[in-house]
């Protein structure tokens, strides 16, 4: 079972002069959601390397049992120190792909070429893909075989407009994933603000916010699992 995770390169938060990136939560849970059911996962990015972690996902009040493993486990932090280039992935050597999110993907995964291919391949070759938070955001300039919006009718879920003005920063962020999600077509649903929640739309799953980035990653594993 091979799983492959994307990561953002960007870490500018805008014009604020401020630091983004992926959020902690929503590496590490996963991750070791991955790691415990025996897959082997692979970390890519953009530029490849170190991706960006927005320092506020550091903080205390955001930490959980997956962080903290992730702060004594140096062979993962190794691995995600060396992510590889996105552009030298095939997704044919992948079962699934997870996005986790972070404000970083709205200015860098939505709209890459690569990403974009990679997220057209696997849900073309039946295979599951998830994101979480901010990362349905990348499925927002995919078109399936018909040219027609990839989210257009399907039930989708992500960062929604009142998490997002929680953060104060919905007028930093290029765009509201809530506005652009629904702009598509897309059904898009909301659990409570910070409330796990957690869509599935045949191999496609979304998740709402970092609490829903276990949720989100053991749904994906269902699929690879056959159950």
Same mark, same amino acid.
């Given at each position: ?35 415990d059911a ?56 992948? *079962? =699934?792909?997870?996005?986790? @999110? ?7 995964? #939505?709209?890459? !070429?690569?990403?974009?291919? $990679? ?53 930093v962020v ?26 599935? *739309? =045949?191999?496609?799953?979304? @998740? ?7 949720? #989100?990653?053991? !749904?994906?594993?269902?699929? $690879?699992?056959?159950?």
């Amino acid at each position: 079972m091979k799983i492959l995770m994307v990561l953002t390169s960007h870490d500018k938060l805008g014009d604020t002069g401020e630091k983004t990136g992926f959020w902690l939560e929503e590496f590490a849970s996963p991750y070791y959601v991955f790691k415990d059911a025996g897959a082997e996962v692979t970390l890519a990015s953009p530029k490849g390397g170190q991706p960006p972690l927005d320092p506020n996902s550091e903080g205390e009040d955001f930490q959980t049992e997956a962080t903290r493993r992730f702060d004594q486990d140096s062979q993962a932090q190794q691995h995600l120190a060396a992510t590889q280039k996105l552009s030298d992935i095939n997704a044919a050597d992948f *079962d =699934g792909v997870f996005y986790p @999110g972070g404000h970083g993907p709205l200015w860098d995964l #939505t709209h890459d !070429a690569d990403s974009i291919a $990679l997220i057209t391949n696997t849900l073309q070759s039946d295979k599951p893909l998830a994101a979480v938070c901010h990362a349905p955001a990348v499925l927002s300039e995919v078109k399936n075989s018909q040219g027609v919006a990839l989210v257009k009718g399907k039930a989708v879920t992500g960062f929604s407009n009142s998490e997002e003005e929680a953060v104060q920063l919905t007028e930093v962020v290029p765009f509201l994933l809530e506005d652009r999600l629904q702009a598509l077509g897309a059904n898009y649903t909301k659990g409570d603000d910070w409330s796990s929640f957690v869509q599935i *739309d =045949g191999r496609l799953i979304t @998740g709402q916010n970092p609490a829903s980035s276990a949720e #989100t990653a053991k !749904a994906l594993l269902a699929q $690879l699992q056959g159950r």
